[in-house]
Nanobody, 116 residues
Framework: QVQLVESGGGLVQPGGSLRLSCAAS????????MGWYRQTPGKQRELVAF???????TYADSVKGRCTISRDNAKNTVDLQLNSLKPEDTAVYYC??????????WGQGTQVTVSS
């Protein structure tokens, strides 16, 4: 059974930082990409960042310069470091893994709230 478990969400003040982590278990095939998405009520889920097997990352314009994604291929984990957080970063953050069959696996989501 595939399971992705996220951690690290919470309440942070504007300008603060958070580190989100996601660990996967039960995935049989190799992982092509690991990524983070976020969603707010009434809006579609949007990409925050994803990272390929070779370590090359892509970031949404809204987080460029404030965000770093990293992965550990041996452990099947992906982290997202978020800095200089803004209230508009408030959302539920989801990790997603895509394997070599192009099958997607999603985590259950972790709430990030940026507020003073």
């Amino acid at each position: 059974q595939v399971q992705l478990v996220e951690s690290g969400g919470g309440l942070v003040q504007p300008g603060g930082s958070l580190r989100l982590s996601c660990a996967a278990s039960g995935i049989t095939f190799s992982i092509l990409t690991m990524g983070w998405y976020r969603q707010t009520p009434g809006k579609q889920r949007e990409l925050v960042a994803f990272i390929r097997t070779n370590g090359i990352a892509t970031y949404a314009d809204s987080v460029k310069g404030r965000c770093t994604i990293s992965r550990d291929n041996a452990k099947n984990t992906v982290d997202l470091q978020l800095n200089s957080l803004k209230p508009e970063d408030t959302a539920v953050y989801y990790c997603k893994f895509t394997d070599t069959r192009w099958t997607d696996y999603w985590g259950q989501g972790t709430q990030v709230t940026v507020s003073s």
